[in-house]
């Protein structure tokens, strides 16, 4: 069996989920990600837009599988108060009584007090299990890691998102070397293929043909400090490519090489428009001889 295929628990609390996680922006009919809790997927991501057809997959699921699954639901409110209404509304359209995860979205400064305050009131409610936080600041993960480690405080957050993929590969050294060992919270990634940059072949160096999904998937998920991978698919086929990274494992070391070369080139010519804190210094990848690339 894949070493992918087995489901991984989250964070301080434990949950077990499946290595790839399904977002819900990007139109996936309400079958297909049913037919993905089926072959194993069991991380259903309601987030930033809530496309009525994956809610209605986690009405559906939750009816018979509620203790199976792993679902969060996204706040971008920036203010406390109003993260009591979003939580409220995406719990009634999606027929729940609670979602696992809370997740602030996008934050690049850590959240007040406030914010806190106001997830222990849903805890306490039972509205919300855990918190959770995703950034485009490497740096501040990295405060919170050093933070849990040391025991200046108890750990707030039980998992924390950020963009990691071939060409983003700052978190190597901005991150994942402060990922203290069990316990520990989870780490997810998002944005596998660079949004469809690692999959374009007129983004390629000379002579280079692009990646699959499968193996963007493959190696985020090769990194041992990566519980689970974000996807957002949107048909069954790239779906199925999806799953297929699962089925297959870990990249071996030829594949893994050829990659990092696709990535860095990717990196290095074609900025993001939104990057990370730390990208300058960290993501400036030197692109491997092209001896040691496998063509």
Not at 199 to 212: F, H, I, N, Y
Request: net charge neutral.
């Amino acid at each position: 069996m894949s070493d992918f295929l087995e489901k991984r628990p989250l964070g301080y609390g434990g949950l077990l989920a499946s290595r790839l996680g399904i977002g819900s922006s990007f139109g996936l009919p309400r079958r297909v990600v049913e037919h993905a809790f089926e072959r194993g997927v069991n991380y259903l991501y309601w987030g930033s837009i809530r496309r009525p057809a994956f809610g209605q997959a986690i009405r559906h699921l939750a009816k018979r599988h509620r203790d199976e699954l792993v679902l969060t639901v996204q706040s971008y409110a920036r203010s406390p108060r109003l993260m009591v209404p979003s939580v409220e509304i995406a719990l009634r359209r999606s027929g729940l009584d609670y979602f696992d995860y809370l997740l602030l979205g996008a934050r690049n400064e850590a959240p007040t007090d406030d914010y806190l305050e106001v997830f222990e009131q849903l805890r306490d409610r039972g509205k919300v299990r855990f918190l959770s936080l995703s950034t485009h600041n490497r740096p501040l993960l990295k405060e919170f890691l050093t933070a849990d480690q040391q025991g200046q405080n108890a750990p707030a957050y039980d998992m924390f998102m950020l963009r990691y993929n071939a060409a983003h590969r700052g978190a190597e050294q901005d991150v994942f070397p402060f990922v203290p060992n069990q316990p520990r919270p989870a780490i997810l990634a998002y944005t596998a293929t660079r949004w469809g940059h690692l999959l374009d072949a007129q983004k390629m160096p000379p002579g280079e043909a692009p990646l699959s999904a499968r193996d963007c998937y493959r190696f985020a998920l090769s990194n041992p400090h990566v519980d689970l991978v974000l996807c957002g698919p949107a048909n069954a086929q790239q779906m199925d490519e999806a799953i297929s990274a699962l089925e297959t494992g870990p990249l071996d070391q030829e594949e893994r090489q050829r990659v990092e070369h696709i990535g860095a080139y990717v990196y290095n010519q074609f900025q993001p428009s939104f990057p990370d804190a730390g990208d300058t210094k960290n993501n400036a990848h030197t692109i491997p001889d092209s001896n040691s690339a496998v063509r």
